[in-house]
């Protein structure tokens, strides 16, 4: 996909459900207005950006999607509660202008996993080890939709299925699972009646 693809009407008394592929969205059977970005933080960001620009504002912002896990144990089904970007180096940028960017976002208060975000599929055991001593989850459009939420000053949630174990193998496994994964989303959708 190299192009967002938007489907029903946004209104503000409804949530907008943003999700990155079609993959993602294939069990989802909701009168709900739904976008599909596209991978990576430019897609998410342009994507979001472009739609919310339109003067579209839905009652909030919904994304759903798959997450890699970045340390055992993390399975299922998780609202995040607070988003980084693993691939900007914010010390440095700091460093050479004197101010910060990509820090991170609380999404909500509460309990809930962080979510590193950033434009490299994590498939890597080094990558995993370094990203798991600052998260627990992994994706590839979180944080950009989170700043574009915010700058537009609608609400967001971010729901995100582990479809993996971060690291060797993941592509694959993504692969296998993405559908099992969107089924489970698809019914997180249903159970909250939206």
Not at 91 to 117: E, I, N, Q, W
Not at 122 to 131: F, I, M, N
Not at 165 to 173: H, L, P, R, S, V
């Amino acid at each position: 996909m190299d192009r967002m693809r938007l489907t029903g009407t946004i209104t503000p008394d409804r949530p907008l459900l943003v999700l990155a592929v079609e993959e993602e969205a294939a069990h989802l059977d909701t009168g709900l207005p739904v976008l599909l970005t596209g991978i990576g933080k430019v897609n998410a960001a342009a994507s979001l950006a472009t739609v919310l620009a339109r003067g579209d504002r839905p009652s909030a912002i919904l994304n759903l999607g798959t997450a890699g896990a970045l340390a055992p144990g993390w399975t299922g089904t998780h609202e995040v509660a607070q988003v980084i970007q693993h691939d900007i180096d914010t010390p440095v940028l700091k460093a050479l202008t004197g101010r910060s960017y990509g820090d991170a976002l609380v999404v909500r208060d509460g309990a809930g996993p962080t979510l590193a975000t950033g434009d490299l599929f994590v498939a890597d055991e080094a990558a995993r080890a370094r990203l798991a001593a600052h998260a627990q989850l992994v994706d590839m459009e979180g944080y950009a939709l989170v700043s574009v939420a915010r700058r537009a000053d609608v609400p967001i949630r971010l729901i995100k299925h582990v479809s993996d174990e971060a690291g060797a193998g993941a592509g694959q496994t993504w692969q296998e699972s993405v559908d099992g994964c969107a089924k489970v989303l698809a019914e997180w959708v249903r159970d909250q009646g939206l």
